[in-house]
């Protein structure tokens, strides 16, 4: 990129960022232990001082941490003091060790953690808390705290320290200051919510939302901590990962950490859950027109843009999709209300950012030339959901369709789509076979009419003749079946191209421009082609030995041939001598005769073969009908789920 236009980039991406973008996601980690008279009794290492706990988090790129000893508040304020002026939240805070399970309470400043401990029941060597739950979020309302269930899957948690459900367990969760359950994995994302596959903890939940005059479904924040008690494990989750909690937050104070953990589903994730990376538009800036002078600072997750009509909520609209290279069909497009100039920066999924700009009547440029021109969106202006609305009451397909946008259908419909081709492949398979076995009673009918005057004929003392050209044809039918197998053998053995598909693998290829495996892809390369030739080599030497194997197989059909001319001649002194005996025979109908009990015996073995072939094609329908049945189930569920979501 040429120096200038990077500086150009530099400036206003400056610019842009200086413009507030309202509440964003900071990383967390609520529930940390240290060292000494004043911190948690079974920490052993002496490093794990408040200051150094401090400095070490924001090593770990963590914006909110607590620090929360086993029923102690002592270090809390060591932390808050030496964390001034750095951008990271300390939230007071203490773990309470209880028999029922141990629990997370924070309070808005050290003075008022600390009056809160001094009500508690807590033990001399400050290894437990006597206190009730309820009771002590009770207290802790007093003090303008809440509360959060410890690790609730691990053996000190709640749930396994008092797994019967009780009035004593709902009353706990019923509290109004418990915002969020701490849990170790992922897995237990569901626990108390309607999604959980235990009945007694989705009924508790339920419970809980309408004793509290909640939304049904309004779930408990789930939160991922470290539980560190040495600096080693700070900022990292019980897998050794470095992914705890982001939380949505306008700025670093006790009351966004609460708002955000009350509104869990919008400002609170697990990391875990959170994909590495995800590209995103940055901000963008308007020159001209009818928004001059406009810079905005998108969120990294959802951003609104509120104003009354004609403010030009639809201009800015159009001058992100028009900007990021889409396609826009819009009057306002180029007009003399539209921008001179929009200038978009966009993050792709590694973090790279790039600057496109685009003129009044001209194309997208990036001030990288390397960089991307057109970034593909999925956007809906107004006239694109009003020619929905218009035609969905005519056919509900359309309005299916446009919703379907916005769910990931795509696997489900694409496999759905390959079972109705199977099934309608399956279907002409089975009405082939119908056609083949309703000839069957056809084919008896005839070969049994064959057979009776094969019995006429023999009882005509023309049975040793009618025996052998019975046996000739049945030879002839035979040998002919034999010829057409060995032929398409023949062929197959001709049409080859195992070696030209394996020599076809690298064709193309360039292993001189790889940086890593050049030595490998050559190795690779050379036994592909070594492989090739000796498929080739060894398709020659069968192919020879095939052809050596028909001729003595030719050999043979011609002797066949000879002992039929053979017993064809005997045939003619049988007829010869009975017409001595003024016995004439009929010898073309004879033939005729035998050869259609022959066709026929073969037609119907033939025939035959359709009924275990049919019964098979409907036990496939079967399984392609039931495995649609299940995926049509799963495709209306999961509409139905994001049609009802709160």
């Known amino acids: 990129m040429p120096d200038h236009l990077f500086v150009m980039a530099e400036t206003l991406q400056e610019e842009i960022l200086q413009h507030s973008c309202g509440a964003t996601f900071r990383r967390a980690d609520l529930h940390i232990h240290s060292f000494g008279p004043g911190g948690s009794y079974d920490v052993t290492d002496k490093t794990m001082t408040p200051e150094a706990i401090v400095d070490t988090a924001l090593k770990e790129n963590l914006q909110v941490i607590a620090i929360t000893d086993h029923n102690a508040a002592g270090n809390v304020r060591r932390a808050i003091d030496h964390a001034r002026g750095k951008p990271i939240l300390i939230v007071p805070g203490v773990e309470l060790s209880t028999p029922q399970g141990h629990f997370l309470v924070y309070c808005p400043t050290p003075e008022q953690l600390e009056a809160y401990v001094g009500k508690l029941d807590i033990s001399a060597d400050k290894k437990a808390c006597s206190n009730p739950i309820w009771q002590f979020l009770k207290i802790a309302e007093d003090f303008g705290g809440f509360g959060i269930c410890a690790h609730i899957e691990l053996d000190a948690g709640f749930e396994k320290a008092h797994p019967k459900f009780d009035t004593f367990k709902q009353q706990v969760f019923d509290c109004p200051n418990l915002l969020g359950l701490e849990i170790a994995s992922a897995a237990a994302g ?54 705890l909690t982001r939380v949505k937050m306008e700025a670093l104070t006790f009351e966004s950490l609460r708002i955000a953990l009350i509104d869990g589903v919008a400002r609170v994730r697990i990391e875990d859950l959170i994909p590495v990376g995800v590209s995103r538009f940055v901000g963008k800036k308007l020159e001209g027109g009818f928004l001059k002078d406009q810079v905005v600072h998108f969120s990294s997750n959802l951003t609104c843009i509120i104003g009354g009509r004609g403010a030009g909520k639809s201009t800015m609209l159009e001058a992100l999709r028009v900007s990021s290279g889409n396609a826009v069909e819009n009057d306002l497009i180029d007009s003399e209300v539209w921008p001179d100039q929009i200038t978009l920066v966009y993050e792709d999924e590694v973090g790279r950012r790039h600057t496109l700009t685009r003129g009044k009547l001209n194309a997208v440029s990036n001030a990288d030339p390397n960089g991307p021109t057109s970034i593909a969106i999925e956007s809906y202006g107004q006239g694109d959901t009003a020619k929905t609305i218009q035609h969905c009451d005519k056919d509900p397909g359309v309005l299916l369709n446009f919703l379907d946008r916005f769910i990931q259908l795509g696997p489900l419909q694409e496999r759905d789509e390959q079972l109705r081709t199977a099934l309608r492949t399956n279907q002409t398979e089975i009405e082939r076979l119908q056609l083949d076995i309703n000839r069957i009673p056809e084919i008896e009918a005839a070969k049994k009419v064959a057979d009776q005057q094969v019995a006429v004929l023999k009882a005509q003392k023309a049975g040793e003749v009618v025996e052998l050209e019975q046996k000739l044809a049945n030879g002839r039918q035979f040998r002919s079946q034999l010829i057409d197998q060995l032929n398409a053998i023949i062929k197959s053995s001709e049409d080859s191209t195992v070696g030209a598909d394996l020599k076809a693998l690298t064709t193309g290829l360039d292993g001189s421009t790889l940086v890593v495996g050049k030595a490998e892809f050559d190795a690779v390369n050379a036994l592909i082609i070594g492989l090739a030739t000796d498929c080739d080599t060894l398709a020659s030497q069968l192919l020879r030995k095939v052809k050596e194997a028909v001729d003595k197989i030719n050999l043979q059909l011609k002797e066949w041939v000879i002992k039929e001319q053979e017993t064809q001649g005997k045939i003619e002194d049988i007829r010869r001598e009975l017409e001595k005996q003024k016995i004439k025979l009929d010898m073309a109908f004879i033939r005729k005769v035998k050869k259609d009990a022959s066709d026929h015996a073969a037609k119907l073995l033939e025939l035959r073969k359709s009924i275990p072939k049919q019964q098979e094609a409907h036990r496939v329908r079967r399984e392609l009908t039931r495995e649609r049945r299940e995926l049509r189930s799963r495709i209306f569920t999961t509409r139905q789920a994001f049609g009802s979501a709160p």
């Not at 999604?195 to 508790?204: E, H, P, S, V």
């Not at 509290?212 to 939160?223: A, F, N, Q, R, V």
């Open 190 to 243: 569901d626990w108390f919510s309607i999604a959980d596959a235990n009945a007694d903890r989705k009924q508790c939940a339920a419970l809980r939302c309408q004793r509290s005059g909640l939304e049904d479904g309004h779930d408990l924040t789930k939160i991922m901590s470290s539980d560190a008690h040495s600096l080693g494990a700070l900022g990292k989750n019980a897998a050794g990962a470095r992914k």
